[in-house]
């Protein structure tokens, strides 16, 4: 339910209760003052004689002034009667506005927010979040055809042997594992690595292909190529992804 949906209930409320106060209103005008406010009462002394009888509002209308003054009277009660309806309407607009939508509108919020739980929770249960390893290992595993071809391409050596070491590191970040301020990238390829319980004799002839890729100033040839492509290899086989 909308707010100006509810806003609209409340006016709506607050029109049927005016109108019913209108029609007793109208009913009790056309009844008389008399039938409807004083009546006869019970006479316990038999049947109303057929002489007029005299009342106590009567007897002080004509001490006061006669029919001008309890005319006067009628109009004080009518404009008494009018200013309790309007009360009423003001005390009923006050508890719609201040009470019924304020809880409509706060009964819609918590709905609303039980049911994002509820779905959050069916969300939950359908997504398992994997462990950081397994995420790794999965990511790694289903990398190693493209990670093997950078290795084996066209490139000259030295690059293909840091552009196979560097995809470790975009491997561990699609995994969501990210990188600490404080590591070099040697270090937090080296941590993934050991997340995934790959072969350390491997990983450490890779990197220091990599480090003398890097930082050597003589080239890599063909032969540095074919030891990193058996290293990852044997990373490849040796990755533990859990059953």
Do not use: K
């Not at 029109?15 to 106060?21: D, E, G, T």
């Not at 003001?90 to 009964?107: C, D, G, M, N, S």
């Not at 042997?161 to 970040?173: H, I, K, L, N, S």
């Amino acid at each position: 339910m909308t707010a100006r949906r509810t806003g609209g209930i409340a006016v709506a409320a607050v029109v049927a209760a005016a109108a019913l106060v209108v029609v007793l209103v109208a009913w009790a005008s056309t009844s008389g003052p008399n039938g409807v406010l004083n009546g006869d009462g019970f006479h316990p002394a038999g049947p109303p004689s057929d002489e007029p009888t005299v009342t106590a509002s009567d007897e002080a209308g004509r001490a006061a002034g006669g029919p001008q003054e309890v005319a006067h009277h009628e109009w004080v009660r009518d404009v008494a009667v009018l200013l309790q309806v309007l009360i009423t309407l003001l005390a009923l607009y006050l508890v719609l506005r201040y009470l019924a939508l304020p809880f409509l509108l706060w009964l819609r919020a918590r709905i609303s927010a039980r049911r994002r739980y509820r779905d959050e929770e069916l969300r939950a249960e359908e997504f398992t979040v994997l462990a950081p390893p397994e995420a790794v290992a999965r990511e790694m595993v289903a990398d190693a055809a493209a990670q093997r071809e950078l290795l084996v391409g066209t490139a000259a050596p030295g690059n293909a042997v840091v552009a196979c070491w560097q995809r470790f590191e975009t491997q561990a970040a699609a995994a969501g594992v990210g990188r600490h301020p404080w590591e070099t990238s040697s270090e937090y390829t080296m941590r993934v690595l050991d997340l995934v319980d790959a072969d350390q004799p491997a990983v450490s002839r890779l990197g220091a292909l990599y480090r003398e890729a890097r930082f050597s100033e003589h080239d890599l040839t063909e032969r540095h190529r074919a030891e990193a492509l058996a290293a990852l290899d044997e990373i490849h086989r040796t990755i533990g992804i859990p059953a």
